[in-house]
């Protein structure tokens, strides 16, 4: 029997995905809001089954327990930082990150050095607020996974992951505060994102949500921010926090590797719908429309123009590079006549589909390993 999925605008909420219109419609988070209510319709679960079941996941909280750092002592804190000589250092190495060729005729196109360096700087700060708001949904994921997760050993790994979180929250928010100055409110896509993930009652859902989507995403953008910042304490900060995050992913992909392979097509196409969802959810969140409204540009009149640029869909995509493998590797890309490798296609993400997967690379990114091109 074939699996009948849902369309675009069930799943979205838009038929087509480059719909501007309808992205644009969703309004942004009040800034002054402090407090977000979830309902979480989650049954929390007892395992009295004690023993060695999965002894990968034993490994990975072995791991986590040694790789604990303190945010506080670790980090030096007392580094100068200096917000608009790193914004010019990072423009010096990668330009504004859209093609100046192309702008010609919209908004931005009077723009001198001035604005541009405003909006670098703003935009730093905005994606590290960004990356904040989605720590603090991981701690709240990684929270429930505890309680929902029908595995001991999951429960014992899940249960430091938490601690990982808190960390993570603690030091973007610290450095937000401290070095510069203040935070964006969290982006509307990456919220409802969240808000679903947390939403659903569903244990592996969390995890695919989080663990493979969000957390896949940040590692891939860490690595970048990572090899790109010129900013010392920034640079250890996001070091640390991949040491981590690396585990997290791994995680998701043990976890889920196991519960997928007994899945039926009707329940994987339900997995497939939701990893779609938030792949787009958070490249909507990507096009950082809050920096463009505080520079006083009207978004409709710049969004069509930041989608169709090539130098910002080459980075954009970039921060695919985790997920897809991983998402092959889980079985997702290709069961029900491919129709997760189909979607990925359209966002113009599936040439990642053979780099290496995140079962086993966090070992590479313990703490005291050498990263590639840092
Ligand atoms: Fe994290
Ligand atoms: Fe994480």
Not at 9 to 21: C, H, K
Not at 129 to 134: D, R
Not at 225 to 242: A, D, N
Not at 302 to 331: E, H, W, Y
Request: aromatic share 10%; charged share 30%.
């Amino acid at each position: 029997m074939t699996v009948t999925h849902s369309s675009n605008e069930e799943i979205i909420g838009r038929a087509e995905i480059n719909d501007v219109e309808a992205i644009l419609a969703i309004p942004n988070v009040d800034p002054n809001e402090i407090e977000h209510v979830v309902k979480n319709n989650a049954d929390s679960i007892f395992s009295w089954d004690y023993t060695l079941q999965r002894p990968a996941l034993r490994k990975l909280y072995e791991k986590a327990k040694t790789g604990q750092w303190n945010a506080t002592t670790d980090l030096p804190w007392d580094t100068d930082v200096d917000a608009e000589k790193i914004a010019k250092e990072e423009r010096e190495l990668i330009g504004i990150g859209l093609d100046p060729a192309r702008l010609d005729g919209t908004p931005v196109a009077k723009w001198g050095d001035k604005e541009w360096l405003e909006f670098n700087m703003e935009s730093k700060n905005w994606s590290l607020s960004q990356f904040m708001h989605g720590e603090q949904g991981a701690l709240l994921c990684t929270a429930k996974i505890v309680e929902t997760v029908p595995w001991y050993d999951a429960k014992l790994y899940a249960s430091t992951q938490v601690v990982d979180e808190a960390r993570h929250v603690e030091v973007f928010a610290r450095y937000l505060q401290e070095k510069l100055g203040g935070e964006y409110q969290v982006n509307v896509h990456l919220r409802m994102l969240l808000d679903d993930i947390i939403n659903d009652s569903r244990w592996d859902m969390t995890y695919l949500g989080m663990q493979v989507m969000v957390e896949g995403l940040a590692l891939a953008a860490f690595g970048f921010q990572h090899q790109m910042t010129t900013e010392p304490l920034l640079k250890q900060l996001l070091r640390y926090v991949m040491s981590d995050e690396a585990r997290h992913v791994a995680f998701g992909v043990l976890s889920l590797k196991e519960a997928y392979d007994e899945m039926t097509d009707a329940e994987i196409a339900q997995r497939q719908e939701f990893a779609f969802e938030a792949a787009l959810r958070m490249r909507d969140r990507f096009m950082s429309q809050e920096v463009w409204e505080r520079m006083g540009i009207n978004t409709r009149d710049i969004l069509p123009v930041i989608l169709a640029d090539p130098t910002r869909v080459m980075f954009q995509s970039m921060l695919f590079s985790k997920i897809v493998p991983n998402c092959k590797k889980l079985g997702l890309l290709d069961r029900n006549d491919q129709w997760l490798r189909r979607r990925f296609e359209e966002m113009n993400v599936i040439q990642f589909e053979d780099w290496e997967d995140t079962g086993e690379e966090y070992v590479k990114f313990e703490l005291g390993e050498e990263l590639a091109g840092s």
